[in-house]
């Protein structure tokens, strides 16, 4: 069963859609606390939002070319795409924009958070070029995959390790930047190896690949119920500190 190539691909579109499906969650939590979202809150509720939206893009697109197939099939031949891997560009620069401008709002180490500033910028001018003028678009590419993987994987432990020094008024369990961060380092944790590799995987293994995707989209799923925690929490986001040049 898991090496049949049609059973593998329904498998891997199904996980994506359930994955989609969760990610309404902490947002739905958010609006509903939204009179205590404070600005890198409200940031990041901006990052769930345009993130929804580029995997419902997705999901349309698969959608679309499966039901109008007369009018999509001759632009897919023409551009020789066989898969979704040419819209990635819009998740990368997604992470590098919203993560970047979110945790630069709340690392407490002035240095710190001014190095994310910038390193979130080149990242997103470079992810932006190699993906017109360096990279092949069609293909899940490995250096703008890498970076993502590794900046959202970085950002959230160093944060997580401000958070385990400080002596703050609000304890971990209620502090909304702890689980954020969680919901964040989990998934990119586990899925940094699929960044890493996986254009070749793909290539060379595609069991292989839909085995590890699914497993990244499981633990994807767990990072937004952590997010969804993280907005019930908000509340507490008034005690705490903010950098004054936030």
Not at 28 to 54: D, H, M, Q, V, W
């Amino acid at each position: 069963m898991w090496n049949n190539m049609a059973f593998l691909r329904k498998a891997l579109v199904l996980a994506g859609k359930v994955s989609t499906g969760f990610m309404f969650i902490p947002i739905l939590f958010a609006l509903r606390r939204r009179k205590y979202l404070n600005k890198p809150l409200r940031i990041f509720l901006g990052y769930c939002i345009s993130n929804t939206s580029i995997n419902l893009l997705h999901q349309v697109f698969m959608w679309a070319t499966g039901y109008f197939r007369a009018f999509f099939v001759p632009l897919l031949n023409k551009y020789h795409l066989t898969d979704t891997n040419f819209m990635g560009i819009l998740a990368y620069a997604n992470n590098f924009a919203f993560l970047g401008w979110y945790f630069y709002t709340v690392m407490p180490h002035e240095k710190t958070a001014k190095g994310i500033r910038w390193l979130s910028s080149g990242l997103f001018i470079a992810a932006i070029i190699d993906y017109l003028f360096i990279g092949d678009f069609r293909d899940y590419g490995v250096f703008t995959p890498a970076a993502s993987a590794t900046f959202c994987f970085v950002l959230p432990a160093i944060h997580l390790w401000f958070l385990y020094r400080e002596d703050g008024k609000v304890p971990l369990s209620k502090n909304p930047y702890f689980w954020i961060a969680m919901g964040l380092f989990l998934p990119h944790l586990a899925g940094f190896f699929l960044y890493l590799m996986g254009d070749s995987i793909y290539k060379e293994d595609f069991p292989l690949f839909v085995k590890i995707s699914i497993g990244k989209i499981s633990l994807s799923i767990i990072g937004q119920v952590l997010l969804a925690i993280g907005f019930y929490y908000a509340r507490y986001s008034k005690f705490l500190p903010l950098r004054s040049s936030t």
